[in-house]
Structure formats: structure tokens, C-alpha cells
């Protein structure tokens, strides 16, 4: 269900070095100099301007992947999509008529509509047609993709998987854009919630532009602003220098490298990429696992890529015993890290060496030799239900001994 905000709007202060305070000037959206093509490329050039990981987290972080794409009901302004597949479809407006508020949801709703029917292969000749005329680059999907962060063999098939489902579903973030999003226009969020077919969300962002007095530099202050969210969604005030985006206040939307951003799946992201990737049986037993493991004191942690089974620290040193992680994937296997934690928090490492070795015995693997809190290798889902029965007690004995060992040294 759509929610919408409280808009207080302040006109914000600059602080100049010395103490000088100013005011900027906001640009109405009335003035003719703001144009609709100034939003576009605003966001095709720096999409984390948008409030986007507060929204929809799997949407984030998101880079350019087209700028006016064609569609049967006209073009997108501007296409997003995020290092785990989830596509962001950008509409700017400039609310200067009713017309226009009256007819962007629909306008937006329909673009979503079309790309539903494209396949991964529509798609992936979109996203080269962009990159050869913006970057004289013949980069499709995956190689765009590396530009956020690095992919393996096997998650390529993940993202594959992941586009062409949320194609299918119409899994996608729309974003109405403008500069003066009024009452009139928040209402017509409901108008989403319509279309049962699409299982998308929506935002509307207004971006309040003001100009800067910098001695004709030109420099622009942009507040991001959600009026209709699904989320609670931190104010955030971003400075533009030329192509430079400068956090002046809030919570930055903005990262200076976006590969240190990897944003975490949702519980309900995680089960819709691995159902369609193991049996049935096995989708019920990693339900079944999260709550076993929930039982047992730990907390389930959801990553990039996989959940992760975790021990808070019993000590209340707030550090996070990493047991177990399984990937979207299906594959299941000790972190790695929990020897390094304990040791960390003044506990015998010894505890994790022996939960590797037991459980890599139980499952018929062995351990590495340079890291023997690590196994061998990976096992899946269905390997781990055979022998299940059995794994439960060694992890709840590695739990309590962890505990027991913290009360002593308490």
C-alpha cells in the first residue's frame, strides 16, 4: 500500500566559509529555463542522485542502461538497472498543466506494460544501442553490470535468470521525477495499484533545484524529495559542481565508488531468484532452515547474493559469528570468517575448526588446509536436507559452546 509523506518544505541556508550565511534562489518550476531535458540528464549522468536504495534496496545501486528508450507508448526517459537485475524506469515532468499531472501515471504505467514484454534479449540489444551511442562501447548487460561490481561465471546466470523473471513479472521501480509534484498528483498513486498483472512500486521525487551564488560557476542545489513512497525514505540535500555531487546535509544517496555499495536482497528478492533455481523440496527446506536457525538464537542476514546465518556475539560486543551462508543458488557453506571473529572477541578459534571438520565430515567433504574453518567446498541445498537431521545438532553444539565460552570469560 502506497504511503504518502508530509512535505515540509525550508528554503535551505548556505554556510560559506567565515560564517557568511546565503540563501539560494530556488528555480520555479513555472521558469521556462528549467527544461525536462535538464532532469534527464541530471539523472542519466549520476542515477544516485535518486533516492532509489531507500525505496526498493534490490534497485540499488543502479546504473544508466538507456536515455529515451523507445517503447510502443513512447520513450523512456531514462532506464536504470541494478547490479542484481531489478530495472528502474525514470519519468521527469515539469508540472506546469494539468494535463501533465494527469497523465503521467498513466503515461508511466504504460511503459511499464511494454517492457514487460521484451526478453533478455530485447533488453540486452537496448542496453548495447545505448552504450555504443553514449560511450562508443558494444557493452551489453553483464559488461555494464561490471562497471558496479564484479561477477563471476555463476552469477552471470543468476542475473540472467533475475532480468528475465523480473521481465516477465514486471518486477520494476517506476520513479515520476519533477520539480513541483503536488497533492493533485500524489493521489494518483493509487492509480498503480490497478494493475495486478505488474508487481511493480512506486516513487515520486521531486527535486527542488535552487541556484547557487558561486561567482557564475553555475553550480546547482538539488534536494531529492520522496512525496509517495512504499518506504520511509530519508531527506537527503545534494550539491551538483559540474559533475561532481557534493552531500551537503542528511543521509548521502551518494557513494564515491559505487562498487563499495552492494546493496542486500529482501527476504522476498532472495526466495523469488532461488525458487526457480532448486526443487521444490529444497525451496521448503531453505524456508525451513531460516527458522530452525531462527530458533536456535541466530539472526538471518540477507546479502547481495546470498542469507547468512548469524550468532550475535553473546557478550554484547556487538560483533556478528558469521555459521553458515547459502546462496541464491542453492549452494550452502560455512563463511570462512568465524575462527578470525572469535579470536576477535578473546574466544578460542578451536570452535570453529571443529564445527568445519564435523560437519564436512557428516556431508563427506573435507576441510582447506590453509583456512580449516572453511570447507572444501560448496554443498547444495539437497545434500544438507539428506543429512540434516544430524547437521542440527553440530551447529546448536557450536552455539552453546560459544556461549558457554563467553560466560566464562564474562
Do not use: C
Amino acid at each position: 500500500m502506497t504511503t504518502l509523506g508530509n512535505k515540509r518544505d525550508a528554503s535551505p541556508i548556505v554556510i560559506r566559509p567565515g560564517g557568511a550565511l546565503s540563501r539560494p534562489t530556488r528555480v520555479p518550476f513555472t521558469e521556462r529555463k528549467l527544461r525536462e531535458g535538464l532532469l534527464h540528464r541530471l539523472i542519466e549522468s549520476n542515477p544516485d542522485i535518486l533516492p532509489i536504495s531507500e525505496i526498493e534496496p534490490a534497485f540499488s545501486p543502479s546504473i544508466t542502461v538507456g536515455y529515451e528508450v523507445a517503447t510502443h507508448s513512447g520513450p523512456i526517459d531514462v532506464l536504470l538497472l541494478s547490479g542484481q537485475g531489478y530495472l528502474t524506469i525514470v519519468e521527469t515532468k515539469l508540472w506546469r498543466n494539468p494535463e501533465a499531472r494527469r497523465e503521467v501515471v498513466g503515461q508511466i504505467v504504460d511503459y511499464a506494460k511494454d517492457v514487460s514484454q521484451w526478453s533478455f534479449e530485447d533488453l540486452e540489444g537496448k542496453v548495447r544501442d545505448y552504450n555504443l551511442s553514449r560511450h562508443k562501447r558494444n557493452d551489453g548487460i553483464i559488461a555494464s553490470l561490471r562497471k558496479l561490481q564484479e561477477i563471476d561465471e555463476s552469477q552471470e546466470a543468476i542475473i540472467t535468470d533475475t532480468v528475465t523473471r523480473n521481465l516477465r513479472n514486471g518486477r520494476f521501480l517506476l520513479l515520476v521525477v519533477g520539480d513541483g509534484i503536488r497533492e493533485s498528483v500524489e493521489a494518483m498513486a493509487d492509480y498503480l495499484q490497478q494493475t495486478p498483472q505488474l508487481h511493480f512500486t512506486l516513487a515520486l521525487v521531486e527535486l527542488q533545484i535552487y541556484e547557487l551564488d558561486d561567482g557564475g560557476k553555475g553550480s546547482q542545489l538539488i534536494i531529492p524529495q520522496v512525496v509517495a513512497r512504499t518506504r520511509e525514505i530519508t531527506r537527503a540535500v545534494v550539491r551538483v559542481e559540474g559533475k561532481g555531487i557534493i552531500v551537503e546535509n542528511g543521509t548521502p544517496p551518494v557513494k564515491d565508488k559505487l562498487k563499495d555499495k552492494l546493496t542486500s536482497l529482501s527476504e522476498d528478492d532472495f526466495n523469488n531468484i532461488l525458487k526457480p533455481l532448486v526443487s521444490n523440496e529444497d525451496y521448503e527446506f531453505a524456508i525451513q532452515l531460516r527458522e530452525d536457525m531462527k530458533g536456535l538464537g541466530n539472526i538471518i542476514a540477507y546479502r547481495q547474493i546470498s542469507f547468512v546465518v548469524i550468532l550475535p556475539d553473546p557478550g554484547g560486543s556487538g560483533e556478528k559469528l558469521k555459521l553458515l551462508k547459502v546462496a541464491t543458488n542453492g549452494h550452502v557453506e560455512p563463511t570462512g570468517d568465524l575462527s578470525d571473529k572469535l579470536r576477535d572477541i578473546g574466544l578460542q578459534d578451536q570452535i570453529a575448526y571443529d564445527y568445519a571438520k564435523e560437519s564436512a565430515q557428516l556431508f563427506g567433504i573435507g576441510v582447506k588446509g590453509n583456512k580449516p574453518g572453511s570447507w572444501s567446498r560448496s554443498i547444495t541445498l539437497g545434500e544438507m536436507r539428506q543429512q540434516y537431521q544430524k547437521f542440527v545438532p553440530i551447529i546448536r553444539k557450536t552455539v552453546d559452546r560459544i556461549k558457554q565460552a563467553s560466560k566464562k570469560q564474562a
